[in-house]
């Protein structure tokens, strides 16, 4: 059979693990797929040195690409979404099969990409878009396709990780560690997007979307980030017992589908409390085979570069078949993808870590319990410190289980005591079962 010819837009640190990735285990790669994989053409701003193109035809404009008659197969690497949203649609446009790393680009755009792919009959592959390395879409879409997901959670964002681990085994403050994420080079010059849950949310929105069967809904995604986490908050969730994760859960109930990202306090008795570092790791749980755990490298040239050739794998395994007997792009049938409602996170429902500042008087905790009861909640557990200079003394308290809108009632209630000073440290409390 011919040479499966690949063209590939963007050589970052994606692109250039990709390519080193297809040179490296060519021999390994064409016996899996029963011919060979080449590199027919690479579109970049500039070469980069970490790999060896000699002898590969090299544009500078990304769109040669795409319009290369001889190319099957696209690599959109170059993140982003604008230019790479005109660029996927121009391939499938001329035919060609597409693989993407760009989470933001399937998250926001991925309705019209895969509504379009599937008129054209081509395919756009994703793997790589979430947590790197790690073959989570895979797992959800065919390894667990027998199962109705339960729900899903998961440390997608390794900077976020990287932070809360750092806080939580040395004490660091939030700043601190940030810098040297930075310095490391786990986070950017601006790290909004990984600090304040945006990347989380993205990659969040496309594995509910393949766990539910429901379109990609990333505007209704509830974001939290963890800039406001404390060394303080971290302390006393150790304290009780549990760690504080920047997670993204997705969850099946009765009334919708929750999607959210948000710092979440999980006992170390869980697996995930205990993935730290910039790993990822994401546990689903299927209603047959129980709760799973995928952990791996969610970022770098050659992890991410791994599930980018593999996507290239499968593809080039499916050139030939009817593109109707194909594995669905979102794991269900085109046509078949439910309307499920997702639900506003006032009316979500989980457990409650509160930290906050009360006057070391008798009746403050009296009150403050008063207000918690009137509202429907239940307390578990209280951390009640003695004065240590100041008439201010912390004050920890952890809810049962309650519903958002009560507990945001309850908070607003409280900070109105003249016996409590400032705002309320809220967190979610997540008992994965």
Known sequence: MKPVKVGICGLGTVGSGSVNILLNNAEEITRRVGRSIVVE?????????????TGVNITRDIFDVVNNPEIDI???????????????????????????ANKALIAEHGN?????????????????????????????????????????????????????????EKGRDFSDVLAEAQELGY????????????????????LAS?????????????????????????SFAHELGYAIKHLGIARR????????????LISYKQLLANVNGVMNAVMVKGDAVGPTLTYGAGAGALPTGSSVIADVVDVARTLTADPTNRVPHLAFQEGSLA??????????????????RIQDRAGVLANITQILSENGIS????????????????????????????MNAAITAIEELPDVAGKIQRIRVEHLA
């Not at 053409?41 to 193109?53: E, I, T, Y």
């Not at 959800?140 to 440390?155: F, H, M, P, Q, V």
């Open 41 to 53: 053409q690479v579109g970049a701003r500039r070469d980069n040195p970490a790999c060896d193109l």
């Open 74 to 100: 696209v690599l959109e690497l170059i993140g982003g979404t604008s230019i790479a949203k005109e660029l996927v649609l121009t391939a499938i446009e001329n035919g060609k099969h597409v693989v993407t």
């Open 112 to 168: 019209e990409i895969f509504a379009r792919a599937e008129e054209k009959g081509v395919m756009v592959a994703f793997e790589a878009a979430v947590a790197g390395g790690i073959p989570i879409i895979k797992s959800i879409r065919e390894g667990l396709s027998a199962n109705k997901i339960e729900w899903l959670a998961g440390i997608i964002n390794g900077t976020g990780n990287f932070i809360m681990t750092e806080m939580s």
């Open 187 to 206: 986070a950017e010059a601006d790290p909004t997007f990984d600090v304040e849950g945006i990347d989380a949310a993205h990659k969040l929105t496309i």
């Open 210 to 234: 393949i766990a539910f069967g429901i379109p990609l809904q990333f505007e209704k995604t509830y974001t939290e980030g963890i800039s406001q986490i404390t060394s303080e908050d971290v």
């Open 253 to 264: 109930t009765h009334d919708g589908i929750e999607l959210r990202v948000h710092p979440t």
């Open 339 to 356: 309307a499920t409602t997702i639900l506003p996170v006032e009316e979500i429902e989980s457990g409650f870590f509160l930290n906050m």
């Open 379 to 406: 307390i578990e557990s209280v951390i009640q410190r003695e004065r240590n200079g100041g008439d201010l003394v912390p004050l920890v308290v952890m809810t049962h289980t309650v519903k958002e809108q009560n």
